[in-house]
């Protein structure tokens, strides 16, 4: 038996469960870490079931050593250290990962750090890089630069020579952001993003926008948009439903799209996996660009790290330790 963490109505709580045995092509992890995700917030509240056949345990990242292995799983071996993309079970301590989900933690990385990789760099390479298309030298509006995703999107789109724009709701996370890499830090507490866009880009526009929020969001990120730009719609945070005014997309010949990964299957996934250690673990290992950690929690204290997550006070990633 395991220790893992269960949902009981809208809360968090520590259960047993059996320690869960790999199929073919999956490895069984140790886990040393997990990362904590806004998806997890949304599947403990009900807004997010987990996908058919996947873990009802919450936890989309781990970071830990190969236990045990199926058929079929090479070339992982029993003893590596990993980090993996997984469509839950995370917070427990034993957890099924698809082998091709699985890469070697990078040279230098602590467990903690490396638990912080898998689902912001699979989510920002997926969006940016294959679905947005960012090229060196344009221009990346993220919104919720703070956030795991953004501190994520400002080192990667600037390891590959775009510039970035980002919008955070407080003067301390946009000064973070700034010196991350951020081109520009937008405060939107304080100002219009469509105004200060428009002046930052000598009203031109921005290329790409990744953006989490919606709602409202939506036309705004109209506004602020190149002609051939693109915007990816990766979360709902200000709702799903938005007046869209066609003519600006005819004219500027914008394209809209957006994606959720979780649901995706792993022939897809491993097709980033394989991107993400060709181009990105290499910069990981150099240095170049580190995950962003804001604080740590024990798995028995999962209920906390929801409530921080949800306070909107950190920037960057929450990890539990477990």
Known sequence: MMQAIEIEGRTLKTGKRPVPVPASGQ??????????????????????????????????????????????????????????????????????ASAALCLPVPTGLSMTEAAALPETFFTVWSNVFDRARLLPGETLLVHGGGSGIGTTAIQLAKAFHAKVIITAGSEAKCSFC???????AINYQE?????E??????????????????GDYFPRNL????????LVQIALQNGVKSEINLLPVMLKRLTITGSTLRPRDDTFKAEIARKLRDKVWPLLAAGKIKPVIHS??????AAAAHEFMESGQHIGKIILQV
């Not at 873990?55 to 029993?78: F, M, Q, R, Y």
């Not at 740590?296 to 204290?301: E, I, Q, S, V």
Request: charged share 20%.
């Open 27 to 96: 490895a069984l992890i140790k886990v040393a870490c997990a990362g904590v995700n806004r998806p997890d917030v949304m599947q403990r509240k009900g807004l997010y079931p987990a996908p058919p056949g996947a873990s009802d345990i919450p936890g989309l990242e781990i970071a830990g050593t190969v236990a045990a292995l199926g058929e079929s799983a090479n070339p992982l071996k029993i003893g590596d250290k990993v980090c993996a993309l997984v469509t839950g079970g995370g917070y427990a301590q034993y957890c099924l």
């Open 178 to 184: 700034r010196a991350l890499g951020a081109d520009a």
């Open 191 to 195: 100002q219009d993003f469509v105004a």
């Open 197 to 214: 866009i428009d002046r930052l880009t000598g009203s031109t526009g921005v290329d790409v926008i990744l953006d989490m929020i919606g």
């Open 223 to 230: 506004k602020c948009m190149a002609f051939d730009a693109r």
């Open 296 to 301: 740590t929690f024990a798995l028995r204290d």
